[in-house]
C-alpha cells in the first residue's frame, strides 16, 4: 500500500519551456502532498507544500510564480516550472501524506522523482 | 526550525558486517523520527520509523534507537548485503510540522 506514482520520470527540453510534473497517490487519499528539490548529493529541499483544494505553502527563496503548484483533488498534485531556464535543471520528488483527527506524525511516502534537464 | 545532523556522511563495510548511522536533531518539540533509503534515480522509501514514546524498535535486520534526553537517533542495519548499498537519510518532525531531513549516508556494501 501507499504507492505514489510521478509523471514523468524524465524530461528535456529547450529554454523558456514550461514542464508539468504529475504526482498521483495511488492506493489513499492525500490531504497534503510535498514537493522536493535534490540537487547532486544533496539531501532533499522542500520547496511547497499543497493541501488539497487550497493555496500551495512556499518555502522561503522558492518563487511561487515559476513554481505552480495545483492540488485540485485528494489523489492528484501537479508542479509546473514556468519558462524553465537551465538553472532549473534537477531532480524533483513529490510526496504524500494523509493527516486527520488524531493522524500526525505519518510517514510520507515519495514518488521516484522527475528529472529534469533543460537545454 | 528543526536542524538534523546525520553522521558519517559515507561509509563502506563488508558484506555481513553491521552499518551504524547516527542522527542528531535541535528541537525538542520533535517526536517522530523517519528513515528513508534512496536508491539512485529513485526517490526516498522508509524503512522505519520511531515515535518519542519508545526508545528502540526492531524490523528484521534494521533497528533504530532514540535517545530524546540527547535528541539523538540511529540507525542499525546487522547482516548487511549488496542491496543495502544506498544513501540512508534520517528525518525529525513534530505532530503536522514538516519534515526536516539529515544530510544523507551513502552505504557502500562491499560483498
Known amino acids: 500500500g501507499a504507492v505514489v506514482s510521478q509523471h514523468p520520470s524524465r524530461v528535456i527540453c529547450k529554454s523558456g519551456t514550461s514542464v508539468k510534473i504529475e504526482c498521483r497517490s495511488l492506493d489513499f487519499q492525500a490531504t497534503t502532498m510535498f514537493w522536493y528539490r535534490q540537487f547532486p548529493k544533496q539531501s532533499l529541499m522542500l520547496m511547497a507544500t499543497?493541501?488539497?483544494?487550497?493555496?500551495?505553502?512556499?518555502e522561503q527563496g522558492v518563487e511561487k510564480d515559476k513554481f505552480l503548484i495545483n492540488h485540485a483533488s485528494l489523489t492528484l498534485s501537479t508542479l509546473t516550472v514556468t519558462s524553465a531556464h537551465p538553472e532549473d535543471s534537477s531532480f524533483y520528488i513529490c510526496?504524500?501524506?494523509?493527516?486527520?483527527?488524531?493522524?500526525?506524525?505519518?510517514?510520507?511516502?515519495f514518488g521516484d522523482g522527475t528529472r529534469l534537464s533543460i537545454l | 526550525g528543526e536542524n538534523v545532523e546525520q553522521h558519517p556522511s559515507t561509509l563502506s563495510v563488508q558484506e555481513g558486517d553491521s552499518a551504524v548511522i547516527k542522527c542528531t536533531y535541535s528541537?525538542?518539540?520533535?517526536?517522530?523520527f523517519p528513515w528513508y533509503k534512496q536508491e539512485l534515480g529513485k526517490g526516498p522509501q522508509l524503512i522505519i520509523d520511531i515515535r518519542s514514546n519508545v526508545g528502540e524498535k526492531k524490523d528484521q535486520r534494521i533497528a533504530v534507537t532514540l535517545n530524546k534526553t540527547a535528541k539523538h537517533f540511529s540507525l542499525h542495519i546487522t547482516e548487511t548485503q549488496p542491496e543495502d548499498s544506498a544513501v540512508y537519510f534520517c528525518?525529525?518532525?513534530?505532530?503536522?510540522?514538516?519534515?526536516?531531513f539529515g544530510t544523507g549516508t551513502k552505504l557502500q556494501v562491499i560483498p
Open positions: 528525518a525529525a518532525s513534530g505532530g503536522y510540522q514538516k519534515v526536516t
Open positions: 499543497s493541501n488539497e483544494g487550497s493555496k500551495a505553502t512556499y
Open positions: 510526496s504524500a501524506i494523509t493527516y486527520g483527527a488524531g493522524l500526525s506524525n505519518q510517514p510520507q511516502h
Open positions: 528541537d525538542s518539540a520533535s517526536n517522530y
